[in-house]
């Protein structure tokens, strides 16, 4: 146990999450006492640091070395703990600074290794020229929500239901989704939409005859003149079949994900998938079949019982069915999930994650987006690797926040951006019941803000 005591709630979540970063297998219990004598003091059985009070960045500082030098080891990506280390490149680069410039800044000041600075800034060189070609001052992005999946993984903590659970619901979820798709619509009409992205969760749950419903509704309610790119999170192959993908297809969706996270059958046992490997095989290769030219996959790379060479494996696989781009996630835990450990070191991480990029770039696959999550193995990133002309571009706006992405559905998030480049967010309610009872109000919120 790490006891954590700060004075100074402003200082609490930074020193929580670096003490967390550099001890992920500790139980940490953060207080804050506005009495307390010391500024900031950290104690366990053989860890004992107090600092006085100081500026937040002097103490982030600070903290990062007395840190690094008890556990003799540093963090790839320093002292950068939120999910979006290619916005401050991003920006950075917006403003005029040289690419070398950049990297400096991130190695100097905020500690990120040599390699991880230079993927961040050649990262967000990658992003400026694809989002060049979107008006982002006037365009918008759609983000519609089916928050269910066949069964949940045991590692996961978003807010998606359990098909056996809402199945019989589905029809009534999906008519109060198309309720607020219709208040929406109607407030954006004179706006070029560019991206549209049906995400959960796993949407191909819904049946044929509910997936066309939205499909159809999607496409009389929003115009697609100045749409760039459509995708559908088709996600679980066990959710897939030919019926739903020409559905897809004659609907114009132009962008699909089929996601194995691994391709070693005892891993999808382990963490609660029904499907099976070939089933991952079966699928893709009908997708392609019938003309998707545009498939994402989805690994993670820290799963406990997998060795290094399982990654390979997984890698190899999919190295056979020649995505046109690959998503690498480093296991990530939090409290909402069923697993509650990552039980695999930092170094096993690292290689599983050198290993991937190597493998990307042997199937022609180049980084193009990058996050990160809080609890994540080995502190590391998720990476989407892309061929040239495949890449998502509503992944890119998602991270960089440039323009305004409505979302509609249980769990969906809107982001509005102004002029200015600030960022309002209007949450919808998770709980599936609840945003069908409360659905009036979600369009209510909605219709309080100025869209652009």
């Known amino acids: 146990m790490i006891e954590i005591t700060i004075n100074n709630e402003k200082n609490a979540y930074n020193v929580y999450h670096l003490v967390k970063a550099f001890y992920p297998q500790e139980e940490i219990r953060s207080v804050v006492d506005k009495k307390a004598s010391h500024f900031v003091k950290i104690i366990s059985r053989d860890l004992e640091l107090v600092f006085t009070e100081m500026p937040r960045s002097t103490l982030d500082k600070e903290l990062y070395l007395a840190l690094a030098q008890q556990t003799k080891r540093t963090l790839p990506w320093g002292l950068l703990l939120g999910i979006r280390p290619t916005k401050l490149a991003y920006q950075r680069l917006s403003a005029g600074d040289r690419e070398e410039r950049v990297i400096n800044w991130l190695e100097k000041e905020k500690y990120v290794s040599a390699d991880k600075a230079k993927l961040c800034v050649g990262i967000a060189l990658k992003e400026r020229t694809l989002l060049s070609k979107l008006a982002k001052d006037k365009g918008y992005s759609l983000f519609v929500s089916i928050p269910i999946c066949p069964t949940i993984c045991n590692y996961c903590s978003f807010s998606s239901g359990d098909l056996l659970r809402y199945e019989d619901r589905l029809d009534v979820y999906v008519e109060t989704l198309i309720k607020e798709l219709r208040a929406v619509a109607g407030k954006v009409k004179d706006q070029p939409l560019n991206t549209v992205y049906i995400g959960g969760g796993t949407p191909t749950v819904l049946p044929p005859k509910l997936l066309e419903r939205l499909l159809r509704e999607i496409r ?204 309002r967010r209007v949450d919808n309610v998770k709980d599936i019941d609840t945003y069908i009872e409360r659905i009036d109000e979600m369009i209510d919120k909605k219709g309080e803000l100025q869209w652009f």
């Not at 820290?302 to 060479?309: H, L, P």
């Not at 193009?368 to 998502?392: C, D, H, T, V």
């Open 220 to 423: 009389d309610l929003f115009p697609a003149r100045q749409v760039l790119e459509y995708t559908v999170e088709a996600g679980r192959p066990d959710a897939i079949d030919e019926e739903k993908l020409r559905l897809m297809k004659a609907y114009q969706v132009s962008r699909i994900s089929i996601n194995p996270q691994s391709m070693n059958q005892e891993t999808l046992r382990l963490i609660g998938r029904a499907h099976t490997v070939e089933q991952i095989r079966e699928s893709f290769t009908l997708a392609r079949s019938l003309g998707f030219d545009n498939i994402n996959m989805d690994i993670i790379a820290g799963f406990s019982n997998e060795k290094v060479a399982d990654f390979d494996y997984t890698l190899a696989e999919i190295k056979t069915l020649k995505p046109d781009s690959l998503t690498v996630h480093s296991l990530a835990i939090k409290r909402a999930a069923r697993l509650n450990e990552i039980k695999i070191s930092a170094d096993v991480v690292q290689e599983m994650v050198d290993s991937a990029r190597e493998k990307a770039s042997e199937m022609e696959l180049f980084p193009y987006y990058l996050y990160r999550q809080k609890n994540s193995a080995g502190n590391f990133e998720n990476i989407g690797y892309s061929r040239e002309g495949k890449e998502s571009l509503y992944n890119i706006l998602i991270m960089e926040e440039l323009q305004t992405i409505i979302g509609c559905g249980a769990g969906a998030i809107t982001k509005l951006v102004d002029r200015e480049g600030k960022v």
